[in-house]
């Protein structure tokens, strides 16, 4: 299993942008795919956006696409989500994990446990 902390999260206008990270520890998850999900009380843990170990391939769940961006630094084992015109919809607790995806998107893999998450909070 490898833990993960999610941090970067906060409060913004709509319109503006936050960066959140997600630190690995326990092992390394170079040689995985992780993705970030995101939960509101409306929809568990839905999938937001993939990248494999290398960082040659990312995807993106449609509502995002254009905004958001996906990267990794495996030397410091933390992957993060570049948010950009951010809307009040996109209010939710934010969760990274390793996972397996399709061209439908990705799934926690491993049953990895979930972390604590960080809260993005998007006003109107």
């Known amino acids: 299993q490898v833990q993960l902390e999610e941090s970067g999260g906060g409060l913004v206008q709509a319109g503006g942008s936050l960066t959140l990270s997600c630190a690995a520890s326990?092992?390394?998850?170079?040689?995985?795919?992780v993705a970030w999900f995101r939960q509101t009380p409306e929809m568990e843990h839905e999938f937001v956006a993939g990248?494999?170990?290398?960082?040659?391939?990312?995807y993106y769940t449609d509502s995002v696409k254009g905004r958001f961006g996906i990267t990794r630094d495996n030397a410091k084992n933390t992957v993060y989500l570049q948010m950009n015109a951010l809307k009040p919809e996109d209010t939710a607790v934010y969760y990274c994990n390793v996972a397996a995806c399709s061209r439908n998107g990705c799934e926690r893999s491993d049953n990895n446990p979930w972390g604590r998450g960080t809260q993005v909070t998007v006003s109107a």
């Open positions: 326990g092992r390394t998850v170079s040689s995985n795919t």
């Open positions: 990248i494999d170990w290398g960082g040659g391939w990312t």
